[in-house]
Structure formats: structure tokens, C-alpha cells
């Protein structure tokens, strides 16, 4: 498989879920984000990586641990990265640490990976247009600020996407800890950053309260039938926001962040879309202008 195919095929995972029904999900490609807190070389290009995939703002990560393991890597990962990971569910893995106590996490075995807290981020991550042949009638869509409600199929809850507003921008900063780290755009270019807010307005059925947030690749942007992926991203836009990430909400909780795309500076927002694929049934599309 490609690295798009691999990515297409990925599927958002609680963490809870992840580890205790991880038989569920051998075999599956799950999607990852987090920070490396402990990496260990186990041959040439090949590392054990305990990921913590459990973000409290501000790009600070600690807990919910995952056992990563990554062969044949391009790129050295190093304690502290920030990673973003596209990787094959194993099973669980155990250990004992140094105090003797014994230790389990869920496995799992990188096929698609990036660091994205460096300046030089993998040209194949960045926000490239690309043809979708789309046709879009502006009477379906939704307005900028809009809500759109829907149910969450398997558990019965409710839940609402507004997006907007917008801010243009031809550069941004992010910040992590202490690091603040300055991204120009490409010539001919400039950034758009897009507010997401996720409303978890309650539950209805018998299942689990809990709602796992779309992941940033769930949203679109589509410009004269081009869709426009956002950029990777972590920590918090200065003079901006948050950033938007996939995280848990729980009965009336909310998250909020920004998406950033980059796109022509000649775009004229009265004609750009962003769309996101919330379910199998549900795909709502804003405009943007």
C-alpha cells in the first residue's frame, strides 16, 4: 500500500478502547499524534518508542502510553519529538521497568510517520491541492458559524461541528514549552487558519458517553475543486489559538482549535468550501465566504 492508501485506511481509536478491547483492533491501522518520552535504538534505523498520545493543551503531552515500534526509519526520532503516526495494531506489549514493576501497553508497528514539531517538515505532508473534481451546490452547504448537529451511530450521542471564522495570514508561529518557531509561506502563497468547535451536547442511548473528536484529516478544504489538506501541527498559534486536535469529549464537555491550510493568495474565500467527514453519513460542507 501507498503512504495515501495507508492513511485513507487509518481509523481514529480512544485510548481506553485501544487497550481494553484491544483485541478488536489487531491487524487495523490506527492514527497516532503524541510526544516521545522515552526512545530506544534496537538496530540500525530501528526504535521501540513509548508515545504518550494524551495532549493538556499548549502542545504539553503526558499518559495514555503506547508501545510504538518503527523499522527502517528515515528519520532519527529523538526524545521530546512530536510525532504523528499512522501504524498497524499488534496486541500488547509487556515489560518491567526498573523497579521491578511489570507494565502493559498497547503495541503498535509504524507503517506512516512525520515529526512534526521541526522546522523541515516532509514535503509529503504538506497542504497540497489536489484535483477532486468537485461540483458543490452552494443551496447544500452551510454558512460560516453554522452548527451542524449529528448522532454518534454506535452510542447515541449528540454531537455539533461549528466552523469559522477565519483569520489570512503570510505567517504564523507556533509554541511549544519555551520553543517558539516561525513558518513563512511558500512565494505566491499564504496561510489560512479555520476554527473548528466540537459540542458534545449529550447522550441518548445505551452505550458509551464517550465521543472521539474527527481527526485533522477529516477536514477538506476545497478551492476550485481542489481539496487542500491542513498542515500537521502542535502546540499553540501564537497571537492565533489553539491548535485543533482529535481528543475525547465527554457528556456537555467542548474542544476548540484552529486548522491551517496553504493556499494561493489569490483565493477568494467567497468561492472555498471546508468539508468534513464527521461519519459515513454525515459530510457537511461550510463556505467559507
Known sequence: MSKQEIIASSIEVPYDDLFRYNERYIGNVVHLTGQAVQVSETGNKDYIIRLSTKCH???????????????????????????????????IESYTTVLGNEVSLPAVVSRVYRIIDEDSVSTDFMSWGQDANRDIDDSE?????????????????????????????????????????????????????????????GSGGEGSTWFYTPGVSEFSFILDGREYSPKYLSGYLEGVGSIYSSTTLERKEHTSGYLVYEIPTSSDLASTYLQADLSEDDSPIWKLG
Not at 499548549?58 to 528515515?74: K, L, M, Q
Not at 453554522?146 to 461541528?161: C, E, L, M, Q, W
Not at 504564523?172 to 513558518?183: A, F, M, Q, R
Open 141 to 201: 452547504t452551510l454558512d460560516l458559524e453554522d452548527r451542524y448537529k449529528f448522532r454518534d451511530a454506535p452510542h447515541g450521542n449528540t454531537i455539533s461541528v461549528k466552523v469559522g471564522p477565519t483569520k489570512r495570514l503570510s505567517h504564523y508561529t507556533t509554541k511549544i514549552g519555551e520553543k517558539s518557531t516561525k513558518h513563512e509561506a511558500q512565494e505566491g502563497k499564504e496561510f489560512l487558519c479555520v476554527l473548528v468547535e466540537v459540542y458534545h451536547l
Open 57 to 91: 493543551g499548549f502542545g504539553v503531552y503526558s499518559g495514555d502510553i503506547v508501545w510504538v515500534e518503527i523499522n527502517n526509519a528515515d528519520v532519527r526520532v529523538l526524545e521530546d519529538d512530536m510525532l504523528d503516526i499512522y501504524a498497524e495494531v499488534v496486541g
